[in-house]
């Protein structure tokens, strides 16, 4: 089945730095990506889906890369300051429409 | 917009007892989900109900139970909670099962003692 890996598990960067988070899968009929923020004590809220190829998509103080051909999903938070610091979870799903989830990135942004 | 609740916010439960978990959604979605996160670590699949009276079995469906009421209703049952465990069960829900966002509740805490 599906395998994601996220990296890295814990991350501490300083207000302003970039901050980058990334994950990789093994199922090449995967179709649809996703980044999720989780803030301490509360639940997940999706900031970004992507469903297209080798894509660049920005946010708000973020940019989502899918690179299909690697199998490769990044999360860069351009200036990262201190209310970014949550934990970070990419998903994937698969043409079998099962999503699975990577273990997460601790990001600390550090005044 | 619509909303996700969870009851109980907190759990604590005994070693051996049944638990049960209830999670509403008024989203009018169509797919439910229960999955299990533990402490630094991504979400297990437990159970998923793809609509009213469906209900399939995820990566971690052992030792729970799952029973989907009603469109808007989607329970998990703990058969026997194991000592010392302790972790956030979070339910979600989608408009379908197919390409779809799933949008989660604020998830049940549960310590077994």
């Known amino acids: 089945g599906e395998q994601v890996e996220q990296r890295p598990p814990h991350l501490s960067v300083r207000e302003g730095d970039s901050a980058v988070i990334t994950c990789t899968y093994t199922?090449?009929?995967?179709?649809?990506f996703f980044w999720y923020k989780q803030e301490p004590g509360a639940s997940l809220q999706l900031l970004m889906k992507?469903?297209?190829?080798?894509e660049i998509n920005e946010g708000q103080g973020f940019t989502v890369l899918l690179n299909k051909k690697d199998k490769r999903l990044s999360l860069n938070l351009t200036a990262a300051h201190p209310g970014d610091s949550a934990a970070y979870f990419c998903?994937?799903?698969?043409?079998?429409?099962?999503?699975?989830f990577g273990d997460g990135t601790q990001l600390v942004v550090k005044p | 917009g619509g909303i996700i609740t969870q009851t109980p916010k907190f759990l604590i439960g005994q070693e051996g007892q049944k638990l049960t978990l209830k999670c509403q959604q008024n989203?009018?979605?169509?797919?439910m989900y229960w999955y299990r996160q533990d402490s630094g670590k991504g979400l297990r699949l437990i159970y998923y109900?793809?609509?009213?009276?469906?209900?399939q079995k995820g990566d971690l469906s052992e030792g729970y139970d799952a029973s989907r009421e009603k469109k808007s209703s989607f329970s998990l049952t703990v058969t026997s909670a194991q000592k010392n465990e302790m972790a956030v069960f979070l339910c979600?829900?989608?408009?379908?099962?197919?390409?779809?966002?799933?949008?989660f509740g604020p998830g049940t805490r549960l310590l077994v003692l």
């Open positions: 992507v469903f297209s190829s080798t």
């Open positions: 989203f009018n979605h169509d797919t």
């Open positions: 199922d090449p009929n995967s179709y649809y």
């Open positions: 979600a829900s989608s408009m379908t099962f197919n390409q779809d966002t799933q949008y």
């Open positions: 109900s793809i609509t009213e009276n469906d209900l």
């Open positions: 998903a994937v799903r698969n043409n079998n429409n099962r999503i699975f």
